[in-house]
């Protein structure tokens, strides 16, 4: 990909991927706390990147 | 590189504006939904004046939503679960942080965050701070008291997610600070315009040094109004020959606004993170053209354990006419923040924003930055007296600054004043938010 270039579908997939995985390891840590706090963290950042790029990728789309 | 990129964010910053008001509609749903299935408080409101979620279809629903006032937040908390009240959307056990309001305008305000707000709180600081030309080669030093006052701390870690270095200047005095700023040779700082023109004082009549001899080169202040009050920065700039930013926040809204690069004479509001909607002070209605001040009723588009949801700041704003030539497409507020309604007053039947004399006093050189403003009745008279410290170089041509001052006062305001003038140093100084003007007529009984 050519500099100053980026794709915000492919972002937002690869959010969404990040997203499922530290959810399904969030959810699988609830006796490991190291494991389910440091997910909860990540999450947060997740959800930073869905701010960022998967909340305007489908706006041409809406009235 | 990234580094290079004018944006914190290209996409969302560049938006074309009718996708933003798009974002904007559809992120109100959303945290609307959040608050009144998850906050007693909020469901309550909104059943009182019968709207539910799927009522709010466009910009004109929102108006009809009732509007958040700090005295409301104040009459839940202490209350369960405690001490936040039922405004707060989580469970107790997923708070991370706490914070409180100044207490400025009266009894502290509790903030409760999740750890997904605080990354929110940095994401907010971290596209200002961008947008204002911080980056990883910054050393950024932050002379405030870190405590229950939510200040610069977000400041703090929305430099840290840019990859700044940045420098905790907590318990250190004024003195301190300005040795550590000259010790590790920082590049930037964030503070109060006034704690900032305090800085500098006592850098040059207690320690003999220059700031602007020293390496700060920009300095975002937030807390006052001041960096958008042209004599104010332009003090602020010549002290320590830096770039002056202005940006506006508040606890229990986050920071929404700021200055960009090329300082259009207003600040940007945050559109994709924020509504800002501007209410005329008369007759209520929805400001959207212009040149019309009115009072800032904001939602926070992404907060989630205590929502703030058409929240009256009591802010005076406008509309800038102009886009910033910066390429953001968010809509700028023209002058920055330009009083309080709760400032705002009416002294023998004219309004008057004490803002406004900040400026005149700072405008004349041969005056200190600090001064104090005092508005009685006295046998029925509306009388301001304005207190001012001269400098020790000016003592000699009183009667010529009184004349300067007193006509520009008139000019400005359009009101007279009993001008004491006071030696220099004999004022309160103030570290955080400096509360000048008092009006005494509303305390004597």
Not at chain 2, 97 to 121: C, K
Not at chain 2, 152 to 179: M, N, Q, S
Not at chain 2, 249 to 271: K, R
Request: contains cysteine.
């Amino acid at each position: 990909m050519k500099e100053n270039q980026y794709d915000l579908q492919e972002m937002n997939t690869l959010i969404q991927t990040m997203k499922k995985t530290a959810k399904t390891l969030h959810d699988q840590a609830a006796s490991f706390p190291a494991v389910q706090k440091n997910a909860t963290r990540i999450l947060a950042s997740i959800k930073m990147l869905e701010i960022n790029i998967s909340d305007i990728i489908d706006l041409n789309s809406k009235k | 590189m990234s580094n290079q990129s004018p944006f914190w964010n290209p996409a969302l910053e560049t938006l074309p504006y009718e996708n933003v008001r798009k974002l904007q509609l559809e992120k109100f749903k959303r945290i609307f939904s959040w608050a009144y299935k998850h906050s007693r408080f909020h469901k309550i409101l909104y059943e009182n004046v019968g709207i539910k979620p799927d009522d709010i279809r466009s910009f004109d629903d929102i108006t009809r939503i009732p509007t958040v006032e700090k005295a409301m937040m104040r009459d839940i908390q202490g209350k369960d679960p405690f001490p936040y009240g039922d405004a707060l959307c989580v469970p107790l056990e997923e708070v991370t942080a706490y914070r409180q309001t100044s207490g400025t305008t009266g009894q502290p305000v509790y903030q409760p965050d999740t750890w997904q707000d605080w990354e929110w709180w940095a994401e907010c600081w971290a596209q200002l701070l961008w947008a204002q030309g911080y980056r990883p080669k910054d050393r950024v030093f932050i002379p405030f008291g870190y405590n229950v006052f939510v200040a610069f701390w977000a400041g703090h870690y929305g430099a840290e997610k840019i990859g700044c270095e940045v420098v905790p200047g907590g318990v250190l005095d004024t003195r301190g600070r300005i040795l550590k700023i000259q010790e590790l040779q920082a590049t930037a700082m964030m503070g109060t315009p006034t704690y900032m023109l305090g800085m500098a004082d006592t850098a040059v009549n207690e320690m003999k040094i220059d700031p602007a001899d020293l390496t700060i080169d920009k300095i975002t202040c937030a807390g006052e109004p001041g960096a958008s009050i042209p004599s104010t920065k332009q003090r602020i700039t010549e002290a320590w020959g830096a770039k002056v930013y202005d940006h506006a926040g508040a606890t229990e809204i986050g920071a929404w606004s700021f200055e960009c690069q090329e300082q259009p004479g207003g600040m940007h509001v945050n559109d994709a993170f924020f509504l800002v909607e501007i209410k005329d002070l008369e007759t209520a209605a929805i400001i959207t053209e212009p040149g019309i001040k009115g009072k800032m009723i904001i939602t926070a588009l992404d907060r989630q354990a205590q929502p703030c949801i058409r929240f009256d700041s009591k802010d005076i704003i406008e509309w800038d006419s102009e886009q910033c030539s910066c390429g953001r497409t968010s809509r700028l507020i023209k002058g920055g923040v330009l009083g309080r309604t709760d400032d705002i007053t009416k002294v023998k039947g004219v309004l008057f924003a004490p803002s406004s004399v900040e400026d005149v006093v700072r405008g004349i050189h041969d005056l200190g930055n600090d001064y104090e403003l005092q508005l009685e009745n006295i046998n029925d008279r509306d009388v301001l007296t304005l207190q001012v410290e001269v400098l020790k170089d000016s003592e000699d041509r009183i009667d010529e600054i009184k004349s300067k001052l007193s006509d520009q006062l008139r000019l400005k305001t359009n009101l007279q004043y009993n001008i004491e003038f006071c030696q220099y140093g004999h004022l309160p100084r103030y570290q955080v938010k400096a509360k000048r003007f008092k009006d005494l007529r509303r305390t004597k009984t």
